[in-house]
């Protein structure tokens, strides 16, 4: 019989997270298990392809220079994942340009522990159409 969760409590996400930085990665991954998501670190293109394809996932985070280009592999992951982000790991001087011309939203890394929330962050482009 399943366990009911406690009202207010979100059930766990299933994510994908694609890093080339081995170290970067697994602390990604201890945060997002932390927060009752259940993960899967990838270092390549490659492996994070075979996975999507082996299970369903509910969001993917993309190091957007993994070895391979990160762009071509997060629209390759749309295919089978609802969610796609890329992260870089430094702030950009035009992250609104660069999510308006490849179309995915792009955060720093250091923000990332904040898609894990209970609200995800809205992309740059959908917050300045906001204001």
Known sequence: MPVARPAGV???RGVLLVESDAGCGQALARLVRRRGDRVRLVR?????VA???RES???AVVDLFVKGGGVDLARRLTRR???????????LLTDELLE???GFPVLRKRDLPGLFGPEPPRPRAA???AS
């Open 81 to 91: 994942v609802p969610r796609v982000y890329l992260s870089v790991g430094a702030r």
């Open 127 to 129: 917050r300045a159409r």
């Open 10 to 12: 979100r059930p766990a």
């Open 57 to 59: 996932y509910d969001l």
């Open 100 to 102: 308006a011309v490849i």
């Open 44 to 48: 390549t293109p490659g492996a994070a």
């Open 51 to 53: 996975a999507a394809q």
